[in-house]
């Protein structure tokens, strides 16, 4: 049975609140999970990006605007958790340590956000080391890893396979254009970096095509490995 831990971006999940995709996501995770022990840390998507903006315009400072993003992932989280009913662990876990400790029960393990400064990106590259996970995978809006923003210049390249030093590479060079979205924060790429987990970046809007990844080792996205080699096919 492999260890997985995914990262499933806010506005994969919940677009909007009234056009949800967590119905896909049910059968999926509770499929997988059958066959593997999974984690899944949840984001805040546009959802927190709205009232951090509108936390923003009352002067409040980044440490609040932080801890308002966290509840959001963990609200986001805990819908999880409810749609997934007995397959999930009956609560969003705060720590790593109780991660570990909720795993021991077969159920799918839920969080959110937990440090204030950090992403739910790099809450799941640390779970990711912490379980010793044998697949990282983010689950993102675009299919991959690319050398510039595909939604601003069509002229950008998808990489199908690199080490985490040379996504950090990318990943700063981007962070270094103003506006530009960048698939991963500095912080989870440094995490898989000093781990040496595999990671695969796929875009998670459609979540047949992660059962797919999982069950077939064919993706579409970009496989982040320490010496160049892929994680599949997973042990069951």
Same mark, same amino acid.
């Given at each position: 049975? *492999?260890?997985?831990?995914? #990262?499933?971006?806010?506005?994969?999940?919940?677009?909007?609140?009234? $056009?949800?995709?967590?119905?896909?996501?049910?059968?999926?995770?509770? $499929?997988?999970?059958?066959?593997?022990?999974?984690?899944? @840390? @949840?984001?805040? =998507?546009?959802?927190?990006?709205?009232? &951090?903006?509108? *936390?923003? /315009?009352?002067?409040?400072?980044?440490?609040? /605007?932080?801890?308002?993003? !966290?509840?959001?992932?963990?609200?986001?989280?805990?819908?999880?958790? +409810?749609?997934? =009913?007995?397959?999930?662990?009956? +609560?969003?876990?705060?720590?790593?340590?109780?991660?570990?400790?909720?795993?021991?029960?077969?159920?799918?393990?839920?969080?959110?956000? !937990?440090?204030?400064?950090?992403?739910?990106?790099?809450?799941?590259?640390?779970? *990711?080391? $912490?379980?010793?996970?044998?697949?990282?995978?983010?689950?993102? *809006?675009?299919?991959? &890893?690319?050398?510039?923003?595909?939604? %601003?210049?069509? /002229?950008?390249? $998808?990489?199908? !396979?690199?080490?985490?030093?040379?996504?950090? +590479?990318? @990943?700063?060079?981007?962070?270094?254009?103003?506006?530009?979205?960048? @698939?991963?924060?500095?912080?989870?790429? %440094?995490?898989?970096?000093?781990?040496?987990?595999?990671?695969?970046?796929?875009?998670?809007?459609?979540?047949?095509?992660?059962?797919?990844?999982? %069950?077939? =080792?064919?993706?579409?996205?970009?496989?982040? #490995?320490?010496?160049?080699?892929?994680?599949?096919?997973?042990?069951?």
């Amino acid at each position: 049975m *492999a260890i997985i831990v995914l #990262s499933l971006g806010g506005s994969i999940l919940l677009p909007e609140i009234d $056009r949800p995709n967590i119905k896909p996501y049910i059968s999926v995770l509770t $499929r997988i999970s059958a066959h593997h022990s999974l984690f899944v @840390v @949840v984001g805040g =998507g546009g959802t927190a990006r709205q009232y &951090i903006s509108l *936390a923003r /315009s009352f002067d409040a400072d980044d440490a609040f /605007s932080d801890e308002l993003g !966290i509840m959001v992932t963990r609200l986001n989280a805990t819908l999880l958790v +409810g749609a997934l =009913g007995k397959a999930a662990y009956p +609560g969003v876990v705060e720590t790593h340590t109780e991660a570990l400790c909720a795993a021991e029960t077969g159920k799918i393990v839920i969080m959110g956000g !937990i440090t204030p400064g950090q992403t739910t990106d790099a809450v799941a590259a640390v779970l *990711a080391e $912490r379980v010793q996970a044998d697949l990282f995978i983010n689950l993102t *809006a675009v299919d991959g &890893i690319y050398s510039a923003d595909p939604r %601003k210049d069509t /002229s950008a390249k $998808r990489y199908d !396979i690199m080490t985490a030093s040379e996504l950090l +590479g990318v @990943v700063i060079g981007q962070q270094a254009v103003a506006g530009v979205n960048t @698939v991963m924060d500095i912080v989870a790429v %440094k995490m898989v970096e000093r781990c040496g987990i595999p990671l695969l970046v796929m875009d998670g809007r459609d979540p047949t095509q992660l059962e797919s990844a999982i %069950k077939t =080792g064919r993706y579409t996205g970009t496989l982040v #490995s320490p010496d160049g080699k892929s994680p599949f096919p997973l042990q069951k």
